[in-house]
């Protein structure tokens, strides 16, 4: 049976946050709302977007939240247009995938992002071969719901026994529970080590590298 890896991507491979929160910004301001600062903004990231402007907003229509996700993503588009979306790996992933797969792992992806954008943010690394299994919000339900985490194990070969879900949000702990896997939190993203250990992370890293040492004692010792 295949070991399998699986990464969130926004606050866990790379750090977006503040172009998230710029998009937002442009979206909610166009449609007369309050902007959230950015600690609150960062609280939704990792939803699909209907559901982080569903949490954002929660006295507005199902209509609305849709209409804004939509203005959302548009925002983004525009400031990749402009060059302006920085989207940096955190220090450290690279030679944490380098190492997973030297160990034996496969490596998957699953994100609130949309294809386009996942593949964009992949590429622009050169490391979007590199996954065996990318999920994302355009064709399963919100975390944290195990849609992606069950359609990856799939693809790879691998079952939820085998399967780690690495991520920085409580949604992505939440997500690895619900579909049988091990999850370890990425502590150097966007929720608190509290709230990750609360929704069942196995465990926390703090860096990147601390993964590979909690796999190898959690895991495989």
Not at 76 to 98: I, N, T, Y
Not at 116 to 127: A, F, P, S, T
Not at 208 to 214: E, I, M, T
Request: net charge negative; glycine share 8%.
């Amino acid at each position: 049976m295949n070991r399998l890896a699986i990464f969130d991507c926004d606050g866990t491979l790379v750090d977006t946050g503040a172009t998230i929160f710029a998009a937002l910004k442009v979206s909610l301001q166009e449609n007369g709302y309050a902007v959230p600062t950015p600690a609150v903004s960062r609280r939704v990231i990792g939803l699909s977007l209907v559901e982080a402007m569903a949490a954002l907003l929660p006295n507005a229509t199902a209509g609305q939240h849709r209409a804004l996700a939509e203005d959302c993503e548009r925002a983004f588009m525009a400031l990749r247009s402009k060059g302006e979306v920085e989207e940096p790996l955190f220090e450290g992933v690279l030679k944490l995938l380098d190492a997973l797969e030297a160990d034996g792992w496969l490596l998957a992806v699953a994100t609130g992002k949309s294809d386009r954008g996942l593949r964009h943010c992949l590429e622009q690394h050169e490391i979007h071969a590199r996954f065996v299994s990318l999920q994302t919000a355009d064709r399963h339900p919100s975390k944290p719901h195990p849609s992606m985490v069950e359609q990856a194990i799939a693809e790879a070969g691998a079952a939820p026994r085998t399967t780690i879900v690495v991520g920085d949000t409580s949604f992505d702990m939440a997500m690895a529970v619900s579909a049988g896997a091990a999850g370890i939190g990425a502590g150097w993203g966007y929720h608190e080590r509290e709230e990750l250990i609360e929704a069942g992370a196995m465990a926390v890293a703090e860096q990147p590298l601390d993964v590979l040492k909690l796999i190898r004692s959690h895991v495989d010792g």
